[in-house]
């Protein structure tokens, strides 16, 4: 039983390190407009950033600890989704529908981490 729930967090990490190249794409194709270098840079921070904040909730020293690294990583997949919308509205990439599966991968993802922060909790208490 032990190996499925250690397959189930590979699968998620596996998860997030392709969203994390699926952002790169995306900060690669907009526009080097002075607009389009800072968005490309900060959705490029924040969409990176996610899995590497769960790998290291993978190695947390406590419950506590674990807790405090997801809730880094559904933060920085917030401000992700913030910068999707914006490009999205900006029509940075266009059509601003090639988005439209990240979008929804990233309101999932959010979904899955911040279930996670949940039971976590539960099981803290």
Do not use: C
Request: aromatic share 4%.
């Amino acid at each position: 039983m032990m190996k499925d729930k250690e397959i189930k967090k590979f699968d998620l990490l596996d998860r997030l390190i392709e969203y994390a190249v699926r952002v790169i794409k995306v900060s690669e194709k907009l526009p080097a407009t002075t607009t389009g270098k800072h968005v490309s840079l900060q959705i490029l921070i924040s969409g990176t950033s996610v899995a590497a904040n769960y790998g290291e909730a993978q190695s947390a020293e406590s419950k506590a600890d674990f807790i405090h690294k997801l809730k880094i990583a559904l933060k920085e997949l917030r401000e992700t989704e913030v910068w999707l919308k914006i490009i999205i509205r900006a029509e940075l990439i266009k059509p601003s529908t090639k988005l439209s599966t990240l979008l929804q991968e990233t309101d999932e993802l959010i979904s899955i981490i911040f279930k996670s922060i949940d039971t976590a909790k539960k099981k803290n208490e």
